[in-house]
């Protein structure tokens, strides 16, 4: 997925590093969702590929037109990241997680 197409490679970090600076975003650090177990993780590792959504899609489409070695990879993936159903959910978990997350601060307080 995402996390893994930059946690493997520090040129692509850096690439997309350079992309946020030219659209003037603040770049958050990217989380492996699916290894998270507390939800206070969880919510922000979505809140960080919602932050760098559109510096993501740039840099994928940058990669895409290319043809280098991962273009086919990247097309995938930004099809994936495209999606009306990906941003749906995508915006569903946000939603949920952060529900989630304040019950279980009160469970941990009570």
């Not at 992309?19 to 603040?26: G, H, N, R, S, V």
Request: hydrophobic share 40%.
């Amino acid at each position: 997925g995402v996390f893994s197409f930059y946690h493997y490679s520090p040129k692509q970090g850096r690439e997309l590093s350079k992309i946020a600076t030219e659209l003037d975003q603040q770049l958050a650090h990217f989380g492996d969702i699916q290894h998270i177990q507390w939800v206070a993780s969880q919510s922000r590792a979505l809140k960080a590929l919602i932050n760098n959504y559109a510096t993501t899609c740039t840099h994928f489409e940058y990669i895409a037109a290319n043809f280098t070695q991962k273009a086919s990879k990247v097309r995938g993936l930004l099809t994936r990241l495209k999606s009306p159903k990906f941003l749906t959910y995508l915006l569903f978990m946000m939603d949920f997680t952060t529900v989630i997350g304040r019950l279980s601060e009160f469970f941990q307080k009570a």
